[in-house]
Each structure stands twice: as structure tokens, then as C-alpha cells.
């Protein structure tokens, strides 16, 4: 499972700022919506207890064990109801039993047989009681028949930042009343929601084999898991697929994807791949599905067992309500991913696809025993990210990967922090956050660092081979490093593991010249409760000196206060510490002006190096301008990040230095780069901007021509509108993105329709900024074209099904409003014809209206202060 993609869009809204030449839709603004207070609603409660016995959520009891599933399914697609018959093989778990009880949500029972006898059950909508003909024991199995009805539909409570709905199975556009939208049906069963379209033992400590009929309209093609072993077409037009899953996995991991799909195939080894895709996407599906047979080739050598599934199908689905699911041998991804060629070179796909390919080792081959310990799937996953990311582009890109995943553990752990193995959470939903991903991924990197590749690898394999197919829990995982690496690693899983929190560094530095002694100080000052006081771990530290040599050290830290002191030949010019960034840590370096200088060393880190440069960008925006060589030094960096930042701040009257930014607009190989190099000729050389501007919108792609566009309106804005005219026939979001940023800014209210008929092209984040600036050239219309325009979008935000579409409407409203606040502040008039009061108003009532959880926090940040 990869997060919701909102959760991520809305990260870099509230943390970061974009990248891209668009307007921001939050403004770090606080705006008067005349007092606007609306209270997000609580989340879902668990059962009060004596408040002296803390809550406790321990894995699931097991009565039976299930062996095996077979289901046949068929659809009512008007009233969004599964017509089912579930056969369950089983036997008692342990001890002898005449009852057990199945998760069926919300179903209608029509009968229950074993042995083609009725049976008596006792059913309260969500727990299903059955009554055996006689007591069995452990040895004994039993094949249990169960027609029924599933009403998915009937529940549609949000969930959590990862998975935002709770139904189980989705039925999109069944009654194929919108133009824009395929009509599909898909499940996402994590955590406990399968059991809304089948009846089960709904926990991860359960697993079976699998087989399912699936009838349907013969134009759909059909997915589920494992191999496909016959396809019946049936005289009413309906088509049947026999699907099979002959290795157990967990039922949480069964689906279903139904559509009209393009299916390309392709082969890894003797395992066959296939990607479904929207058929105008057929030409793109193998860039969608970027580097699969690599991935899967690279996982199977590093973990040491070969990928272990039949088959691996991955397939995109209209509205998901998640980023990725790991369904065994067959993947589901949200619409995002679906993009054309050309928009896949800049945003590749396959950070998210080895995290979910990952997945059918850590968390289907072995999976958590509980949702309180699921960082052993979902850390693991999200670790798998950054050994892709090192195989594949390099330490320095995964290095810098695994920085952002410490940037949205910490925003996250700044407002609610938990053990990453969680026994007493409220709801299990709540463990699908930044704790699980991204501090579970970190922390086992730091292991990673700590007993070093060849044993951490050992201790991956040895955890795999002796839990396949099985259940496991966080000590399963300690034992497995302890013996592949011959040590004690309690404390390290009790402080990383069982305990909240991280350290919180003081960290400073001094040389005492007189006798060449460096001193350093790291104070831990972390005070939340239930977090240790101290916190135990090895440091690196590299001293530079002035002929380029670097030297190591390493360190133990395991006081509150600690002093390191270091004999040196001379004074350092540089000293790093934890340059790796190897600690999950907040830290604070005491600040030293005199060493910005040297702060920024080829030889380091790359994310050291990233750090240096902005801390000396903050610096230069201050006025140091002592510092503008060092950013002359850096626009040779090996990464990119660094090039882009340091183009853009290099010395503008050095011509040496103009003469390699032109190379650079020219030659670099990162569009990135060569943008801001771009940007930096615009501000400083127009004459030679415009030339290559204009080169680059008559040859360059479409991607590039976009962003050379939104560069050319910063600084020659009427060029930019004579230019835009030329890219409105046939335009594809990531140009008419740039188009409708471009109107919007002029007031070019004349474009308002082929902007407005825009809106349906996007279908991903991408859509938020481009229905912000929909809005803001919307509101420059006349008030009758205005006030209908807004009508449309209120309905939007107000009853879409589509999460993202309700959002893109709310921070559409808010950004007119933010707009109109920055005009009046800065005495300037904004054109709106729209009423600005009515905008407030409607905007109201879209976060009085909402219910998603996700969605009511992200709307805190519209209150007033």
C-alpha cells in the first residue's frame, strides 16, 4: 500500500513549495472568511475501558483455520450489489468448536449449507455466527456454502490518510451516465474491507488459496489474483473468468478489477507480466509500468529468494481511494499513474512500483501479524524505494529520496508520535501513516548502517525463508538480524521499535588553537512523554582540513550531554557530522557564519551537500553575497537538485560563468537544470533568454515548450501570450497547465472555454492548480458567466464522488478568496466581476459539507487565525 495520493499533495501544499511555475493555492496567508469555524468530526472510537487498563489490540484469535476460498461472483450494476456464493474450506484452529464466527459486512444471507444441509446462523450485519451440525477437532475439515448478497454501496465512511474509503468493492460509473469516466468495478480490501463483498476471516493473520468465477459483460476484461485459467462465454452475453491463486496469501490481499482495458504483455524470466491500462494509454503502457522486469530481477537477487507468485498483473482504476495496493500477483494503482510518454520522462512511475512489487515479499510472501505491527510491510516497502533508487540512479538520488522521507516523518511526528510497533492505537486505520512508512524505512537503514550490507541482507533472506507464507510479528524480525549477525539487537529494537519518538540534537562545535583540540557537543533535549531521555547510537564525524583529505571517525552516543574530543594536526575547514544523515534525528547546528565558506564540499554526502547549499541560499537571500563563489563552484554538481539551486544564484556579471549557464540551458541533461539556467538568462541576459527561448518552444517537446513558456511569462509576459496562441490546438494537460496559467495571469477571459473544457483531461493531483487558475480567470469573466462557473464547481466540491475533484473545488474557492485579500493589501485590483462574499460563503458550506477525515484536516488550514 502506498499512501493516498491527497495525503501527498497535500503535504507539499502545507511543507514545501512547488517547483513548478504555477500559482500556489495556499498562500502562507491568514484570510478572512469571516469567521468561518467549522470542526472537523472525530474519528472513528473504540470501545471505552477502565481508563487503569490501557487499551491493548493483540493479533486475532484464531478459531479455524481457512484453506481455501472459492468464490462466484456476478453483478447487480444498477442497485452496486454483488450476487455471490462463497465455498470455504476449513477446520478448527486448535480446539474442538460447533460454532465460528466469519466477517460479512452488510450482507443479505440467503442460505448456508454443509453437506448440502442448511445450517443456523445467528447474523448482526457485520458478524456472522454459523452453527455446526456437530462439534469438530483440528483434524477434521469441513466445506462450507454461502449464497448471498453484498452491499458495498450502503457504506461509505471515510478511513484514513492511506486508505480514504472503507467500502471494500467500488463501483464506478455503473449506470454509465458520465462521459468522462469508464465504467469499472475494483476492490481494495486493506485493511479488514473484503469482507464487504465476501465473507471471510478478515485479518492479516489468516491465509488461503484462492479461486473465483467472475461473470460479467463481455466486453469488460476482468483481473484478479493469481493465473487465468479459463474464460466461458455465456449465451445472455455475459462473459465468466476462472481465476486461481493456488499459493496462500491473506484474504486482505484478494481483488477484483473490472473494465475496458487495453492489456499489454511482457515476461520476466518464466513469470508473465501484464498492464492494463485505459486504451487510449495502450501505446504508453510499458512506460507506465516502467522498468517492471528490472525491478523484479533486481528485488529477487537482493532478497534471495526469486519473486514468488505465479503471474504479476498491475492495473490502473478510476477513483481509487488509495495511491497502490499490493494485491497479490496483481497491483492496483490510482489514475495518477497513468500518463503519456512524454509526461513519464520527467515523473517516472517506478519509485511506486517498487514499493508495491516490493510488497509481494514483505507483506504477501510475509506478512504482519497485526495492524500493530504493520511497519514490517510497509517499512520494508518504503525501504524498498531507496534500494531501487540506489541501484537503479545512485547513492546521491537515494540518499536525497530517503531526505524527503524524513522531512514527512518529522511533519508528521510533529503533531502525533507512536512506537512503529503500536499496540494501542484507537483505530487500525490509524497505523497507516508516516510512523509505519517512512520512520519504519528509516530505521531500517540505520540497521542497515549499524551491522553492515552483508549481514543485513543475510538477516532479509533468513527472515524470508523462515517465515514464508506465514504471519509474523517485530521479534520474528529481531531474531532473524540477531542470528545472521551474531548480536544482541534488543536495545536497538526497543528503542527504534517498541518505544516512541526520536532524538531531538543540540549539536556544537569549537577548536581550542593553543592545542589543536576540536570539541564537539550533542545534547539530546527531546521531552515528550513516553520518549526516551536518551537515546543510544554510533556517530560518524569528518574532519576537512585544507589540502582536501577528509577524515573519519565514529562515535557512540548514549548520554544526554556528550563531549568528543579530537586531536588535530591543524584547524578543520570543515567538519561534518552525521553527514549521512544516517540517525532519525531532529538536529540543530550551531550556527557559524565564518564557515559557510567551506561548508559546501564536493567531497561530501550528497545530502550534506544539499543542506549546505541551502543553508548559503538562505544566507545569500539574507545578503551575504561573499557566499555567490561557492554557488559557482556548485553548478558542477553531480546532482541535479544542486545545480538547479546553485544556477539560479550564481555571480550574473561573471561572463565565464554566463558562458557555462548558456551550456548548461543548452546541454544539461536534466530539464530541471537546464530550466532554471533559463531562468537565470531571463533575469539577467533578456536578449539571450529570448533567443533560446524561442529555440526551445519551435524544437523542443511538449513538456519542455510548457515550461519554457511559464519561464518566458516571468519575464517577457506579452512573448509568452503571442507564443501560447500556437499550442492550444490539441493541447495535453501538461501545456494547458502552462496555457491556463498564462490567461489566467493576463485576464484573457476569451480562453475561458477552451480552459473550462480543459477541466476533464486531468485526472491526478496536476488538477488542483489547474482548476486554482480555472478559477481565478473564471472570477475575471462577467458576473453572469462567473456566478455560473462557480455554481458548477460548488456542485463539485459539494457531491462529487471524486475526492480530488472535491478538493481541487475547495482550494479553487479559497485561492479567489486569498487573491482578493493579497489585491486589497497590496492596493491593487484584482478584476474579479465575481461577488466575493458569495465565494466565502459557498466555500462554507463545501467544508461544512465534507465528511472525508482526510479532507476535514486538510481544510483546517482554511480557518481563520
Known amino acids: 500500500m502506498r499512501y493516498s495520493l491527497l495525503f501527498f499533495v497535500w503535504f507539499v501544499i502545507s511543507c514545501t513549495a512547488s517547483k513548478k511555475a504555477t500559482q500556489p493555492v495556499i498562500p502562507e496567508q491568514v ?21 487503569e487498563i490501557p487499551v491493548y489490540k493483540p493479533s486475532y484469535r484464531r478459531e479455524i483455520d481457512l484453506l481455501h476460498t472459492k468464490l462466484e461472483v456476478s453483478f447487480d450494476w444498477g442497485k452496486e450489489e454483488v450476487i455471490g456464493k462463497a465455498t470455504l474450506v476449513l477446520k478448527p484452529y486448535m480446539y474442538e468448536i460447533n ?58 465512511a471515510g478511513s484514513s490518510a492511506a ?55 463481455k466486453k469488460y476484461k476482468t483481473l ?59 501505446k504508453d503502457a510499458k512506460q507506465i509500468y516502467n522498468h517492471t522486469p528490472e525491478i523484479l530481477e533486481f528485488f529477487s537477487n537482493t532478497y534471495g529468494i526469486k519473486y514468488p507468485w505465479p503471474k504479476l498483473s498491475q492495473v490502473v482504476v478510476r477513483d481509487y481511494v488509495s495511491g497502490a495496493m499490493e494485491n497479490t500477483s496483481a497491483i492496483i494503482y490510482g489514475e495518477f499513474i497513468q500518463k503519456t510518454e512524454e509526461e513519464l520522462v520527467k515523473e517516472p512511475n517506478d519509485y511506486i512500483l517498487a514499493h508495491e512489487i516490493a510488497h509481494h515479499w514483505f507483506g504477501d510472501y510475509v506478512t504482519c501479524e497485526s495492524w500493530s505491527n504493520l511497519t514490517l510491510n510497509e517499512g520494508f516497502a518504503n525501504y ?48 497507516f501513516d508516516a510512523h509505519s512508512y517512512n520512520k519504519g524505512g528509516l530505521v531500517l537503514h540505520m540497521l542497515r548502517n549499524l551491522i553492515g550490507d552483508k549481514a543485513f541482507f543475510k538477516a532479509l533472506k533468513l527472515y524470508l525463508v523462515k517465515n514464508a507464507f506465514t504471519p509474523v510479528e517485530v521479534h520474528n524480525l529481531r531474531m532473524a538480524f540477531e542470528e545472521a549477525s551474531g548480536q544482541d539487537l534488543n536495545w536497538f529494537f526497543d528503542q527504534w521499535f517498541l518505544q516512541a519518538g526520536h532524538p531531538i540534537l543540540k549539536i556544537s562545535k569549537s577548536f581550542d588553537e593553543a592545542t589543536n583540540q576540536l570539541s564537539i557537543t550533542i545534547q539530546q533535549t527531546q521531552q515528550q512523554d513516553g520518549v526516551p ?78 543542506d549546505a547549499i541551502d543553508k548559503i541560499v538562505q544566507a545569500l537571500d539574507e545578503g551575504n553575497e561573499e557566499l555567490r563563489p561557492v554557488m559557482n563552484k556548485a553548478i558542477s554538481d553531480p546532482l541535479e537538485e544542486i545545480r538547479a539551486a546553485a544556477v539560479a ?77 500556437r499550442y492550444e490546438k490539441n493541447a495535453k494537460p501538461v501545456m494547458l497547465s502552462a496555457l491556463a496559467k498564462i490567461y489566467a495571469d493576463a485576464g484573457k477571459t476569451e480562453k475561458l472555454d477552451l480552459i473550462e473544457k ?27 458567466r462567473a456566478k455560473a462557473g462557480f455554481d458548477k464547481m460548488f456542485d463539485t466540491g459539494m457531491n462529487s464522488q471524486s475526492k480530488i475533484k472535491r478538493f481541487a473545488a475547495a482550494v479553487a474557492f479559497f485561492q479567489v478568496v486569498v487573491l482578493d485579500q493579497m489585491s486589497k493589501n497590496e492596493g491593487e485590483p484584482t478584476n474579479f466581476k465575481i461577488d466575493i462574499q458569495y465565494i466565502k460563503d459557498k466555500l462554507k458550506e463545501i467544508i461544512s459539507n465534507e465528511k472525508d477525515p482526510e479532507l476535514q484536516s486538510a481544510y483546517e488550514r482554511f480557518r481563520t487565525e
Not at 167 to 194: C, H, S, V
Not at 402 to 407: F, I, P
Open 224 to 282: 484478479s489474483n493469481g493465473l487465468l485459467v479459463s474464460s466461458k462465454e455465456n449465451a445472455d452475453g455475459t462473459r465468466t473468468d476462472y481465476w486461481k491463486m493456488d499459493l496462500p496469501h491473506a484474504p486482505y490481499l484478494f481483488m477484483m478489477a473490472i473494465g475496458e482495458y487495453s492489456v499489454i504483455n511482457d515476461q520476466w524470466k518464466d513469470v508473465p507480466l501484464q498492464y492494463f491500462v485505459e486504451p487510449e494509454f495502450e
Open 758 to 784: 480543459g477541466l476533464t483531461q486531468f485526472k491526478s493531483y496536476d488538477l488542483i492548480s489547474y482548476t486554482g487558475n480555472y478559477a481565478t480567470l473564471l472570477a475575471k469573466s462577467d458576473a453572469l
Open 649 to 725: 544564484r550564481c555571480t550574473p556579471d561573471n561572463k565565464e560563468i554566463k558562458e557555462k549557464i548558456v551550456s548548461i540551458a543548452k546541454n544539461d541533461p536534466k530539464e530541471e537544470v537546464r530550466i532554471a539556467a533559463i531562468s537565470f538568462l531571463g533575469e539577467n541576459e533578456n536578449e539571450l533568454f529570448l533567443k533560446m527561448a524561442d529555440e526551445l518552444l519551435n524544437n523542443g517537446t511538449s513538456a519542455q515548450k510548457a515550461r519554457v513558456l511559464l519561464v518566458l511569462q516571468q519575464y517577457a509576459p506579452q512573448k509568452a501570450l503571442e507564443y501560447a496562441d
Open 31 to 51: 484570510v478572512n472568511l469571516e469567521d468561518v469555524e467549522v470542526n472537523a468530526s472525530d474519528s472513528e472510537q473504540t470501545e471505552t475501558l477502565n481508563p
Open 533 to 610: 531521555q536518551i537515546f543510544r547510537f554510533p556517530i560518524a564525524i569528518y574532519t576537512n582540513d585544507e589540502s582536501g583529505k577528509r577524515v573519519f571517525n565514529e562515535r557512540w552516543v548514549d548520554q544526554r550531554i556528550q563531549t568528543f574530543t579530537f586531536a588535530l594536526p591543524t584547524k578543520p575547514t570543515l567538519v561534518e557530522v552525521d553527514p549521512d544523515k544516517i540517525i532519525l534525528c531532529e538536529r540543530e547546528d550551531e550556527k557559524d557564519e565564518a564557515s559557510l565558506l567551506n561548508l559546501y564540499n564536493p567531497a561530501s554526502p550528497a545530502i550534506f551537500r544539499y
Open 384 to 431: 524498498a524505494e531507496y534500494l531501487w533508487f540506489e541501484h537503479k540512479y545512485g547513492k546521491d538520488q537515494a540518499d536525497m529520496h530517503r531526505a524527503t522521507e524524513l522531512s514527512g516523518y518529522l511533519a508528521s511526528a510533529a503533531y502525533r508520535i507512536h512506537p512503529l510497533i503500536d499496540f494501542h492505537y484507537e483505530n487500525h486505520t490509524d497505523m
Open 99 to 156: 460454532r465460528f464466527r466469519l466477517d460479512a459486512k452488510n450482507f443479505i444471507i440467503k442460505s448456508i449449507k454443509l453437506n448440502n444441509t442448511n445450517l443456523t446462523y445467528d447474523y448482526d450485519s457485520q458478524n456472522l455466527y454459523i452453527n455446526l451440525d456437530k462439534t469438530y477437532n483440528s483434524d477434521q475439515e469441513m466445506t462450507i456454502v454461502i449464497d448471498y448478497v453484498a452491499r458495498p454501496s450502503e457504506f461509505a
Open 163 to 217: 486508505i480514504t474509503s472503507e467500502k471494500g468493492l467500488f463501483f464506478i460509473d455503473a449506470k454509465e451516465t458520465d462521459p468522462d469516466k469508464p465504467t469499472q468495478i475494483w476492490t481494495q480490501g486493506e485493511t479488514e474491507n473484503n469482507s464487504r463483498w465476501f465473507p471471510t476471516v478478515d485479518k492479516p493473520n489468516e491465509r488461503c488459496t484462492e479461486e473465483i468465477y467472475i461473470t460479467v459483460n
